[in-house]
Structures are given as C-alpha cells and as structure tokens.
Nanobody, 114 residues
C-alpha cells in the first residue's frame, strides 16, 4: 500500500504564503488524479483541490483564486501553493489520490496566526 509523505507546513501570518509538497512511491502516479485534503481540529477531513492526470485542476470554493495545485510526474510529487492564507485555512493538510486509494500519511500542519 502506498503512503504519501507530506511536507512544507508551518506557521504563517495571515496573508502569508506556503507551498506544500506530497511525494509517493506509486509507479502509476502519472495516471492518477491527485488531491489535497485538510482537517481542522474537531472537524472532518475536507477536500481542497484535485489535479487530473491531464493537469486540469478544480478547487473548493473557499480556496479558489488563492491556492494552486500542481504536479511533477518525474518526481511523483504533487504541490499545493497557498497564497493569502487566512486563519480558517489552518489545518492538517493531506494528499491522496482523488479516489482516496492510498493509506493516509501523517499530513503537514498549517497554522495561520499573527
């Protein structure tokens, strides 16, 4: 079973920027739609963004125009650039396939606070 490794989280002030990375050892990575999810304390894990194998991307309404999902198939890595971060964006961020077929990784913590 594949387990991704997320990284890049941290503490940022409101309005700041972070770029998350997610790497996974999946030989079929390039054929899969990949997604980012997040889970805030006391809440369920929510979908954030998806990038298809074609690199077409879609976003949940609250992050559209602020976040950008991208992928590098040569590195089996998916990224999430997050601009204009707000306190409501604070959560643990996870990646998985769009169908959630992998095991969940440890995630990477994003804290937005002044």
């Amino acid at each position: 079973q594949v387990q991704p490794v997320e990284s890049g989280g941290g503490l940022v002030q409101p309005g700041g920027t972070l770029t998350l990375s997610c790497a996974a050892s999946d030989s079929n990575f390039r054929t899969k739609s990949m997604a980012w999810y997040r889970q805030a304390p006391g809440k369920e894990r929510d979908w954030v963004a998806t990038i298809a194998s074609t690199s077409r991307s879609i976003y949940t309404n609250s992050v559209r125009s602020r976040f950008t999902i991208s992928r590098d198939n040569t590195k089996n890595t998916v990224y999430l650039q997050m601009n204009s971060l707000q306190p409501d964006d604070a959560a643990i961020y996870y990646c998985n396939t769009a169908s959630r077929e992998w095991n969940w990784g440890q995630g990477t913590q994003v804290t937005v606070s002044s």
